[in-house]
């Protein structure tokens, strides 16, 4: 049996399939398959919210990312983005992801910042050249990362003195978005499903020779919880795990309808949510992280995670490249 080529990065892993059988060969004898080679690119461009930002507080490596973004958009130095381009070796690579961006911020500079910066319109990155652009964006728009917040209960049961839900330190949620028998964030998930659309429109006309890969998000919201891990009640969680799912599921459909491919990220990382044991979980609650040394943002991917982030692109690459077999 012909060995594997030593050259593979790690990430090759799991996306090897079975020893292709030599031709004329005996049959117990099967030979490594062609390597899978990644399209080539001259000009990436990252544009998204936190989930692409990977956001930090601080990492080994330091402070946040200045390169391309203001500090206070708390990049992580070795975000998904970072990591594609690494891997790409894209001659030209711009990343203007940035904490708590919206769709709006793609046309418009995000102001106010938590440390008073500015993060220029995420568009103005993209040029007529740009080849290659990922987008992670919606979950703001919808507001799921404040709802999330509000299902954080200081105790392990439903708030004994109110069952309006008051949310956040006293969780809720459910109750909360669901007050008057209307879903409010099922309402905002739908809402904002145009707005997606349309910002991938504006990409294909400002950058018409790129492919737009859009990234939905992470499985990392699990249901039930895991109290005091994540300090929240099970009611609560599955409420929010069920907006989360509508959250990837409308991100698919803004993708066909703009035109874009979709890297689910969702399906392929079930088992790393939240409740997992620290080295197994690809996002973090709150302290520190052991997957590499960081202090980072709460229910945002850790470095396990924009590593996982970073693979399933890659392998979307190459499942569709036209000719993988160079």
């Not at 958009?73 to 594609?84: D, E, F, G, H, R």
């Not at 202090?295 to 995670?305: E, I, K, L, T």
Request: glycine fraction near 8%.
């Amino acid at each position: 049996m012909t060995a594997r080529p030593h050259a593979l990065l790690a990430f090759l892993a799991p996306l090897v399939g079975a020893l292709l059988a030599a031709p004329g060969a005996d049959p117990g004898v099967a030979a490594a398959p062609a390597e899978r080679r990644l399209p080539t690119f001259t000009e990436y461009v990252a544009l998204g919210d936190s989930w692409t930002a990977d956001v930090v507080l601080v990492d080994r490596y330091g402070l946040p990312d200045t390169t391309h973004a203001p500090i206070d958009c708390a990049q992580s130095k070795s975000n998904y983005p970072k990591l594609v381009a690494e891997a790409l070796a894209v001659p030209v690579f711009r990343d203007a992801s940035c904490g708590s961006a919206t769709t709006k911020h793609f046309r418009r500079p995000q102001e106010g910042l938590p440390l008073g910066g500015t993060n220029p319109p995420q568009f103005d990155r993209l040029t007529r050249t740009t080849d290659l652009v990922s987008v992670g964006i919606g979950g703001n728009d919808a507001g799921i990362a404040g709802a999330g917040l509000d299902c954080l209960n200081l105790i392990p049961v439903e708030n004994p003195v109110s069952d309006s839900g008051p949310g956040l330190p006293l969780g809720g949620c459910k109750a909360k978005y669901t007050a008057g028998g209307e879903d409010q964030l099922a309402q905002r998930i739908k809402a904002s499903e145009i707005k997606l659309v349309k910002a991938l429109r504006q990409i294909h006309r400002r950058a018409p020779k790129a492919r737009i890969l859009v990234m939905d998000y992470l499985d990392v919201v699990p249901d039930p919880g895991c109290y005091p891990t994540l300090p929240a009640t099970d009611e609560d969680m599955a409420y929010i795990s069920a907006k989360f799912r509508q959250l990837n599921k409308m991100v698919h459909r803004a993708a066909r309808r703009g035109g874009a491919e979709v890297v689910n990220t969702y399906r392929q990382s079930a088992g790393h949510d939240l409740c997992q044991a620290p080295q197994v979980r690809w996002a973090e609650t709150y302290g520190p992280s052991v997957n590499d040394p960081a202090v980072g943002v709460p229910a945002h991917p850790n470095a396990a995670g924009a590593r996982a982030q970073a693979a399933y692109l890659l392998q979307h690459l190459r499942d569709t490249d036209p000719d993988i077999y160079r």
